[in-house]
C-alpha cells in the first residue's frame, strides 16, 4: 500500500514536471507579461496521484481479465449488469415500451430548441449506426466519413438552390450520392491494410472540405449555402416549431428505420462476411469470399446513411457551410462507435445520444468535451475495448430437425 | 525406422482414377529467393496425399500458390473438377480458387477469432449461397430458405466434425485441438473436391491427433474429398497417406508410397538427425 | 528562373520540416507497426513550449542566440518527455491488441493532447518570436534563400546525420534495427524491447521537437492545430518514402515538400493540401511499398 502510494507520488511529481510549460506558465509575448498559474500545479499534482492510484487498480483487474481468457475461462465469466438485464425479456419490454413512449411525447413536453438539439442527436445516431457497420462490423477505419455527410448535404443544398429540388427527392438521391461516393472512394482503397487505409480516409475528408470550400460556383466557397427548406408535408405550410417537431418524428422513423435494415444485413449473408473481414482478411478470401466485394459495399453502406442523414441536416439547419465537417465531426462520430461498442446497435445509440447531448446541457463540459473524447477513445480502447456494450452475439436458430440437440 | 501399424488398409491407385489438381513445374520466387522450383505434383479422386519436408522446404508457400494467395512466378495449376471443364488457375484470387473447389487450412489457425463456431462454418457456406444486400434486406422466402439450408448443412459439419456442442462459443475460446478441426470443418463448408490441409496436427496431443487420423480418413472416404496435406508428423502420415511427396530447399526430391519414402536414401539424407518418427 | 528557384528552396524547407517529423512516424512503425497519429501534436507541444520559454526568457531580459539555444533545448527536452508518457500510457498497455485499438487509441491521445493544449494555453495564434537571427552573409540571396531557411535546411540536416550516426554505430541503434527485424527474436537475445520502443519515441520526439522550433520562428505564429496537418503531411512523407525505412522518410519529405510548393506557387495554394494527399493516394494505389521501401509478402 505504501509502495503504491509512493509510486503514484512519483507519478505525480512526473506529470507536475510535463505539464508546467504549458499549464503553469502563460506568457503574452505582445505585452510582456508572464501570468504564473501555480494553482494548476496543485491539481495536477492531486489529479495525477488519483488517477495513477486508479490507472494501476484497473491495470490490475485487467490483467486478471486476460488470465482468466488465457486459461479458457472468458466464457465463464459473467457479462456486465447492463448486458445481462438487456437480455432478460422481463427488464426489456417494459424499458423499451416506457422508452418507446418518452420517445413519442417528447417533443410536447420541451421546446423547440431541445427538440432542435434532439434532432441532431439522433442525426448523429444514424451517422454512428453508419460508420459501425464500416468500422464496427467491417473493421475498415474511416476517419473521413463526415465526407459523405458533406456529401448528402451538399447534395440538398446544390439541388435546392440550382433546381429547386425538394427535400424528399434530394433524401434518398443524398443517400445514393453518399453509397456512390463511397464506392468511387473505395476503390483506389481496396487493397490497402487497416492502417494505411484510415489515413487515406482522413486525406479524402480533408479533401471534400477543401473543395467545398473553394469551389464558389457551386458550393458557395466558405459563405456556405442559405436558405434550404426544411422538410416538406404534402405541401403542408408550417411554422418553425411544427416543422421542426416533424423533423423530429422524421429522424425517430429514419433511426428505426436505420436500425431494422443494418440488424437485418448484420444477420444475413453479406454481415457475416463483413465481420469475417474484419476478423482475418487472408482467411476470408481464402473460405471464398470476394474482397473488393464485401469491402466496396461495406463501405458504400456506411456512406450510404452518412449520406442519407446529410440531407436531414441541411434541412435541419436550414444552412450549411464547409465548418459543420471538419475531421473533429468524423472523430466524434468514431467515438460514438467506439464507445458503444463496436458492432453493437445500441451502445452506438447510447453513447451517440451521450456525447452529443452532455455538451449541450452541461455547458461547463462542451469545453472540454474534445478532451474527454480523445481520453474516453484511449482509456475504452485499453479497458474496454468491447465497448459499453458488448455486441451480443446472435444465436442462431437450430437445425430444422433435431434442434434440441443443438441447444446442449 | 519401426514399423508403423496403418489403421486402415491403404490400396494402391488404380491407373483409371481422375486426376483433379495436376501441378507442373510450379515456382515461387521472392525477390531473389527461389522459395519453390519447379515441383509438380498430382492429386486424383478419392486420394489422400501428403508433402513433407524440413521446415523451410517451402510446402506453405507451395499451398499459397495453389491456393491462390500467391502468384506463382512459373508453372501451372490445372484443376479438372469432377463433371466441369479443366481450369488453369494461376493468379486466381483466393475466393476463386476456393468457389472451384479446393479448400485450405492454415498453418497458424486463422479462425474468426470474434465469431461464433456455428458463424465461422457458415462463412465457408458463402461462395455457394446468393443472398445479396436486396434479399438480406427483405429477407424474403428464397432468403429464409437459404439461410435455414446454411444452418442446417453446418450443424451437420460441425457434428461430423464433433463440435456440435460448441456451436454458439466464440471461436477464441476453443481449445487448440477444436480449433483445428473447426477450421477443417469451415473449409469443408464450401464444398471442396479437394482438401489442403497445412500441418492439421501440430500442437495437438497424441490423443487428439489419433483422433484426427481418423477424422481425415473418414473425410476422405465418406464425403469423397481428396486430401493435400503437409504434415510434420511423420507417423500421421505414414499411417493416412497413399503417396508422398517430399520437398527440400524448394525442390521436390522424391516421391511414392509410404513404403517407398521410408526406405528412399535421399529423404533420409534431407531428414538426417530429424526423428522421422516424432 | 528566379520564382522557380524561390519555391525550390521554400519546398526544400518545407520538406526538411516534413523530414524531421517523418523520421518519427517511419522509426515508430518500423518498430511497433503502428501510426503514431499523436505524433503530430508532439511537435506541436515542442513548439509550444519552445514559445513560452522563450517569452520567459524574453521578458527576464536574455536575448538573441543564447533565447534559440534554451528555448531550443528545453523544448526537446519536454517534448522527449511527452513522447516517452505518450508511449507508456497508450500504447504499451495494446501491444497486444487487434491493430485497430493502438491506432484508434493514438487518435483519442491526439484529440486530447490537442484540446489540452487548447485549454491550458489558447485556441488563438500566438504569434512565435523570430528567433533565428539575419546573417549578414545571406543578404545577397535573401530574395530565394533567407537566414532561417538556411538554418532550417542546415539544422535538419545535422539533425538527419546525427540520427544514421546513432542508428548505425551506437549499441541502442544496433538494438532498434534488431527489434525492427523481429521483436521476439530480439527479446530472446536479450535486447530490452521495452526500453527500445521507449527510446524509439524519444528520439521521434526530439526530432519533431526540433521541427517545431524551427517552423515557429520561421512563419511567426502558432496554434494548439497546427500538429494535426503537419503530422499528415509527414505521414504522407513516411509513406511516400517507403514506411520503416528512414532514408526514404527524408527522400519522401522533399519530394512532397517540393510538389506541395510548385503546386501552391504555379497552380493555387488553396489546393496546395489536396496536392499533398492526391501524391499519398497515388503512391498508395501504385507503389504502396513506396519509393524505397522493399515489398512486404505477408506471411500466412
Known sequence: MVDNFKRSFLVALWFVFLTFPLMVVKVNTLKNIVEWRWINMLWVAIGAFVLSLVWRWAMARRQLKSKAAEIGEEGLVKPGLGQRLLEDPKVFKPVLIVLALVTIVFPLLVDIYQTNIM???????????????????????????????????????????????????????????????????????????????????????????????????????????????????????????????????????????????????????????????????????????????????????????????????????????????????????????????????????????????????????????????????????????EGLIANVRRKYAGRTVKTEEANA | MPETQPILETTPIPETRKILLEVKDLTMDFGGLRAVDAVSLNICAGEIVALIGPNGAGKTTFFNCVTGIYKPTGGDVLVHPPEKKTQKINGFKPNRVTTIGMARTFQNIRLFQNMTVLENVMIGRHCRTTTNIVGAIFRGSTTKRQEQETIDICYDLLEKVGLVEFADEFAKNLPYGAQRRLEIARAMATDPFLLLLDEPAAGMNPQETKALDELIVRICNTEQIAILLIEHDMKLVMNISQRIYVMEYGKEIAQGTPADIRSNPKVIEAYLGEDTDA | ??????????????????????????????????????????????????????????????????????????????????????????????????????????????????????????????????????????????????????????????????????????????????????????????????NVISTTFIIGSVLAAIGGVLVGSYIGQINFYIGFMAGVKAFTAAVLGGIGNIPGAVLGAMVLGLTEAYAAGYISSAYEDVFAFGVLVLILILRPSGLLGKAVTQKV
Open chain 1, 119 to 385: 434532432v441532431l442527436a439522433l442525426i448523429f445516431v444514424v451517422l454512428g449506426l453508419g460508420l459501425n457497420i464500416t468500422v464496427g462490423l467491417a473493421g475498415l477505419l474511416d476517419l473521413g466519413y463526415v465526407a459523405f455527410f458533406a456529401v448528402g448535404a451538399y447534395t440538398y443544398g446544390v439541388l435546392n438552390t440550382f433546381w429547386g429540388f425538394g427535400f424528399w427527392i434530394s433524401l434518398p438521391i443524398g443517400g445514393l450520392m453518399g453509397a456512390l461516393f463511397g464506392i468511387a472512394l473505395g476503390f483506389p482503397i481496396l487493397r490497402l491494410r487497416g492502417d494505411y487505409l484510415a489515413i487515406v480516409t482522413l486525406g479524402f475528408g480533408s479533401i471534400a472540405k477543401i473543395v467545398i470550400e473553394n469551389w464558389e460556383e457551386v458550393f458557395n466557397g466558405a459563405k456556405g449555402i442559405a436558405g434550404i427548406p426544411r422538410p416538406g408535408f404534402f405541401g403542408a405550410e408550417m411554422n418553425i416549431a411544427s416543422a421542426t417537431t416533424y423533423t423530429y418524428y422524421l429522424m425517430i422513423l429514419m433511426v428505426l428505420f436505420t436500425i431494422f435494415i443494418t440488424n437485418r444485413l448484420k444477420d444475413s449473408r453479406i454481415g457475416r462476411a463483413w465481420m469475417a473481414l474484419r476478423e482475418d482478411e487472408i482467411a476470408c478470401v481464402a473460405m471464398g469470399v470476394d474482397m473488393a466485394r464485401t469491402k466496396l459495399s461495406a463501405y458504400a453502406f456506411g456512406a450510404f446513411w452518412a449520406g442519407l442523414v446529410g440531407v436531414v441536416f441541411a434541412a435541419r439547419n436550414t444552412y450549411i457551410n464547409p465548418n459543420s465537417f471538419t475531421f473533429m465531426e468524423s472523430a466524434l462520430v468514431l467515438s460514438i462507435v467506439v464507445m458503444g461498442g463496436m458492432g453493437s446497435i445500441i451502445g452506438v445509440i447510447i453513447a451517440a445520444l451521450v456525447l452529443i447531448l452532455m455538451p449541450e446541457y452541461l455547458r461547463a463540459f462542451s469545453e472540454y468535451r474534445m478532451l474527454m473524447f480523445g481520453a474516453v477513445m484511449v482509456l475504452m480502447m485499453i479497458f474496454r475495448p
Open chain 3, 1 to 194: 528562373m528566379e520564382y522557380f528557384l524561390e519555391l525550390s528552396s521554400s519546398g526544400l524547407v518545407r520538406g526538411s520540416i516534413y523530414a524531421l517529423i517523418a523520421l518519427g512516424y517511419t522509426m515508430v512503425y518500423g518498430i511497433i507497426q503502428l501510426i503514431n497519429f499523436a505524433h503530430g501534436e508532439i511537435y506541436m507541444i515542442g513548439a509550444f513550449v519552445a514559445l513560452i520559454v522563450s517569452g520567459v526568457l524574453t521578458i527576464y531580459g536574455f536575448s538573441g542566440v543564447s533565447i534559440l539555444i534554451l528555448a531550443g533545448l528545453i523544448a526537446v527536452i519536454y517534448a522527449a518527455a511527452y513522447g516517452y508518457t505518450l508511449e507508456k500510457i497508450a500504447y504499451r498497455p495494446l501491444r497486444n491488441a487487434p491493430r485497430l485499438s493502438p491506432l484508434i487509441s493514438a487518435i483519442g491521445m491526439s484529440l486530447f493532447l490537442q484540446n489540452y493544449v487548447l485549454l491550458a494555453q489558447t485556441p488563438d495564434f500566438l504569434p512565435f518570436p523570430a528567433l533565428i537571427p539575419d546573417f549578414d552573409f545571406m543578404e545577397p540571396i535573401a530574395h530565394i534563400m533567407g537566414s532561417a531557411e538556411l538554418v532550417i535546411l542546415v539544422t535538419s540536416a545535422v539533425s538527419m546525420v546525427a540520427l544514421t550516426v546513432l542508428i548505425k554505430y551506437t549499441r541502442i541503434g544496433k538494438a532498434m534495427r534488431a527489434t525492427q527485424q523481429d521483436m521476439t527474436m530480439a527479446r530472446l537475445v536479450g535486447v530490452n524491447v521495452d
